[in-house]
């Protein structure tokens, strides 16, 4: 099932769930008809087409994929609402609820990687696992001096969107992609919204409201994005979650979506399937040791050498505090 599902605009009881739904609906779309079911949802510098470049390639069979647009994105860009992390995890618990989707994993780009920690946080029994890629920690990212300067004038300066963009990649990514990005940024973001958004997802620390949350957690990580780097997952998701893992790939930076698909659809679909019992098809069929995986990160700044995967599994309580 594919294509737009458009925003509903009565309200009405939901019986399954009791509560009384609101007249906005997230926009979104729904890709494969899988029984396990899966939100996608984008980061700060995009709408829902952040995801085009994996859309191709994705088990539809195995997953049921919908990509949404939050409020001030997309087909969304006009939506009035607070821009926060916290109403895009309520916003999604309601489009879930018009979906049928009792339980439900969530994938979610930098800032909405902190939508799907919300979600652990508001309705972890609604949750079976959560994805974050390059995710921005629930702690927030505290922004000072010419770097605060640098977000906060982005909402209308095109250069400091196309700075971030190309400093997040390790200034290896060519100038025609920087182009592109920043101007579907431009295109499919409000302003306004945009702005509000750095407020929650930089400013707000909500980490004491999930640490310990039991809901499976991966983050992925880009080895040349120096921002939210394999390093800074190690001190936060995976000391906060006793069931994190952590896959670092040394040759993405913070956009692993257009920098290597192929891989990041391998890495997250093994993640999501153990949920049924079903080991990673690279575990399955051998016994040897995945090539593409190793359980020794490689140190800062060898990233070129690194193999295609760096897989940290931590158990219970173990990781570097935050």
């Known amino acids: 099932?594919?294509?737009?599902?458009?925003?509903?605009?009565?309200?009405?009881?939901?019986?399954?769930?009791?509560?009384?739904?609101?007249?906005?609906?997230l926009p979104h779309e729904v890709h494969g008809d899988g029984s396990h079911k899966v939100f996608a949802v984008h980061g700060w510098f995009a709408d829902r087409s952040a995801y085009a470049a994996v859309l191709p390639d994705l088990d539809r069979t195995a997953f049921s994929y919908a990509l949404v647009d939050l409020r001030g994105y997309g087909e969304a860009r006009d939506a009035a609402g607070a821009y926060t992390t916290a109403e895009a995890a309520a916003d999604l618990v309601e489009l879930a609820d018009r979906l049928g989707w009792e339980r439900f994993s969530v994938i979610g780009h930098s800032m909405g990687g902190a939508v799907a920690q919300r979600l652990a946080a508001v309705a972890p029994d609604r949750l079976r696992r959560i994805v974050g890629v390059s995710p921005v920690p629930a702690s927030g990212l505290p922004l000072a001096g010419e770097q605060a300067a640098l977000f906060t004038d982005a909402a209308h300066r095109p250069e400091n969107r196309r700075a971030i963009i190309d400093f997040t990649t390790g200034g290896r990514r060519p100038a025609a992609w920087l182009d592109?990005?920043?101007?579907?940024?431009?295109?499919?973001?409000?302003?306004?919204?945009?702005?509000?958004?750095?407020?929650?997802?930089?400013?707000?620390?909500?980490?004491?409201?999930?640490?310990?949350?039991?809901?499976?957690?991966?983050?992925?990580?880009?080895?040349?994005?120096?921002?939210?780097?394999?390093?800074?997952?190690?001190?936060?998701?995976?000391?906060?979650?006793?069931?994190?893992?952590?896959?670092?790939?040394?040759?993405?930076?913070?956009?692993?979506?257009?920098?290597?698909?192929?891989?990041?659809?391998?890495?997250?679909?093994?993640?999501?399937?153990?949920?049924?019992?079903?080991?990673?098809?690279?575990?399955?069929?051998?016994?040897?040791?995945?090539?593409?995986?190793?359980?020794?990160?490689?140190?800062?700044?060898?990233?070129?050498?690194?193999?295609?995967?760096e897989d940290d599994r931590a158990p219970a309580g173990e990781g570097e505090p935050a």
């Open 180 to 309: 592109r990005m920043v101007a579907l940024s431009l295109e499919r973001s409000d302003a306004t919204a945009f702005r509000a958004w750095l407020e929650s997802w930089a400013g707000e620390d909500f980490h004491a409201d999930v640490e310990g949350s039991e809901v499976p957690a991966l983050a992925v990580a880009g080895g040349l994005d120096p921002a939210l780097s394999p390093e800074v997952m190690r001190q936060t998701w995976l000391s906060w979650y006793p069931r994190a893992e952590l896959v670092a790939l040394p040759f993405a930076g913070h956009y692993a979506m257009d920098e290597c698909p192929l891989e990041l659809i391998r890495v997250v679909e093994d993640f999501l399937r153990a949920d049924a019992g079903h080991p990673p098809w690279t575990a399955a069929a051998t016994d040897e040791p995945d090539p593409a995986a190793t359980d020794d990160p490689a140190p800062a700044g060898e990233g070129d050498r690194a193999p295609a995967a």
């Open 1 to 25: 099932m594919g294509g737009c599902l458009a925003c509903a605009l009565a309200v009405f009881g939901d019986a399954g769930h009791g509560r009384r739904m609101t007249s906005f609906v």
